[in-house]
């Protein structure tokens, strides 16, 4: 696996973690349980659960990929499929730098956030009952997130993935473990920015100013990982 390196491995999980979409469903669930929980030492648990079960979830989606991938001996059909995916991506959220939101855009399934907001709601009405019962709902609520965050998060996921299932399978659970542990940094230092009295309003608020940049990141790095891959198989 000479073509895939820890750099290529933290560069990826770094791209996909910024992504607004992923950072705009945080700073909602912070300012939801900050409402909720009216603890700080509850919100943070609660936000930790979250974290960790996006963690594990997203670990798990790769797990699934790759030995399906593998298994059906169709890394290299996958590996193609991911590399154009990659560019066509990286296209996209350039586009958004210019025109954001304009036109076809990588986001969430249709009706998602509308959705999450109506979980938030129903989960609100139980603050009154056992704190246990809206853990359990923010477990749920985690995977719930991952899964309709994937056509707004997934390109870089499915790129590493194609080059992993490349190589020895068997190298997979350290790299997939490391991918998905930076994928959670950028939640962890939002979490422990709401944590220290900084208001996910002001969170929000910066999400908002460099969303479009971001994006200009995403995609330059999205396009240069597409083009990598196809030089790698030329």
Known sequence: MVELTIPIIISAALVDSI???VFGVLIFL???????????HRMLFGSLLYTAVVYLTYLLIGFGILKFTVSFGFSVFVYWIAAVIAIGAGILEIKDYFWYGKG?????IPGASQRIKMYTRKMEMMKDKHIILIYLAMIA???FVVL???????APYLAILALIAKGEYTRAIPLLLLYNLIFILPLLIIISIAYFSKTSKKLELWRRAHRGFIRLVIGLFLIALGAYMIYIII
């Open 141 to 143: 609520l985690g995977v």
């Open 148 to 154: 309709v965050e994937l056509p707004c998060t997934g």
């Open 104 to 108: 076809i855009t990588l986001q969430m």
């Open 19 to 21: 992504n607004p979409c």
């Open 30 to 40: 912070i300012a939801f349980m900050t409402k909720v929980f009216k603890s700080k």
